[in-house]
């Protein structure tokens, strides 16, 4: 044995490499850092996020159907977590003082077996490597609701996590609900992490609509109307991962683009695309069938859920029957 003990620092960067290796096995211990994106700028100016803003406390759930779920139209919504506890409680000092030895899924080995990180192991990288990785280490875990304290854990903090917030009530009428926990797929994820993790460019499943209630820092989105041409928005990326910070680096940039020195419009407001800059406290809702991606600016904590209402139950149906015809039955 070491004469040395191995100080706390040490062994939390120990653990964190292990799981690092796990999660995105491809890469070496310098690769994460390859592109050197943290020395990029990725904030947006407010200026070119001109989605709607509505105030919870003042529009109807009758008018939030009527002006932007038929239309299948994106929307800001404020001051809906406004007595959440979630609204107050949820940041680093929180988690780690109630959930420092929790464990949080980051991620799938090779095998799609789930990765966990503790929390006070997370909140240690993003401090410190996570600053500096391209694409850092990501908290989406759709069991954060379970209590996942390790064995020898000294704290007697049960996991609450799922009282800190309610569903609001445009999405109440969740017609999975009807499918029973058992089939229904997983449909709530708690994410947290900073910045430049995120999301690379993707459909939500299932036909499914979302809301993404952020309470902490800052998020970048850009959404696509259903039916953009996938090889426009998603093209091949290589050398670069899929990343949502490749994506913007490497992607987006052709969106600022005019075809010539004569075109008005650029390529993406040609195609419809909408910029967001995501604040503390808003919440996003994304209609079923918008491509989008998603980064974090800065350390981010939010809680986000996909739906099926009323409203959108057809083409949920539609999307289901084959790829998952017992589910679709139940609808």
């Known amino acids: ?3 040395h003990k191995e100080s706390k620092g040490s062994r939390y960067d120990r653990k964190i490499r292990r799981v690092k290796v796990k999660v995105r096995s491809e890469l070496d211990a310098f690769a994460w850092t390859k592109w050197k994106f943290s020395q990029n700028d990725y904030w947006i100016c407010n200026f070119v996020d001109v989605l709607p803003r509505i ?3 003042l529009t109807s759930k009758e008018e939030f159907i009527k002006k932007y779920e038929e239309p299948n139209l994106p929307v800001i919504i404020t001051h809906l977590t406004d007595q959440w506890p979630a609204h107050k409680r949820w940041n680093e000092e929180y988690f780690l003082e109630h959930y420092g030895s929790h464990l949080f899924k980051v991620g799938e080995d090779d095998d799609e077996n789930n990765v966990y990180l503790k929390m006070k192991h997370f909140l240690h990288y993003c401090a410190d490597e996570g600053q500096h990785d391209d694409s850092p280490l990501y908290i989406f875990d759709s069991g954060f609701y379970r209590d996942r304290r390790s064995r020898k854990s000294k704290t007697n903090h049960p996991n609450m996590l799922l009282s800190d917030y309610t569903v609001p009530s445009y999405f ?10 058992r089939r229904r797929p997983p449909y709530r994820w ?3 992490g900073g910045g430049r993790s995120g999301t690379g460019i993707h459909t939500d499943p299932l036909g499914t609509s979302a809301w993404n209630a952020l309470l ?11 039916g953009t041409p ?4 998603d093209p091949p990326m290589k050398p670069y991962d899929r990343e949502a910070v490749s994506w913007f680096s490497t992607v987006f940039p052709k969106f600022l683009k005019r075809d010539s020195e004569h075109d008005n419009l650029t390529l993406g407001e040609r195609l419809g695309m909408v910029q967001v800059l995501q604040r503390p406290g808003e ?3 994304v209609p079923g069938g918008w491509p989008h991606v998603v980064m974090n600016l800065d350390m981010t904590f939010a809680v986000t859920q996909n739906f099926c209402s009323p409203t959108n139950a057809e083409y949920v149906y539609l999307s289901t029957r084959h790829s998952r015809p017992k589910l679709g039955a139940k609808l």
């Open 1 to 3: 044995r070491s004469k």
């Open 55 to 57: 105030d919870y406390r």
């Open 172 to 181: 109440e009428d969740d017609l999975f609900r009807l499918t029973g926990e």
């Open 190 to 192: 708690i994410v947290i």
């Open 216 to 226: 902490k820092g800052h998020k970048r989105w850009c959404l696509f109307p259903p």
């Open 230 to 233: 996938k090889s426009i928005i």
């Open 283 to 285: 919440t996003i809702f």
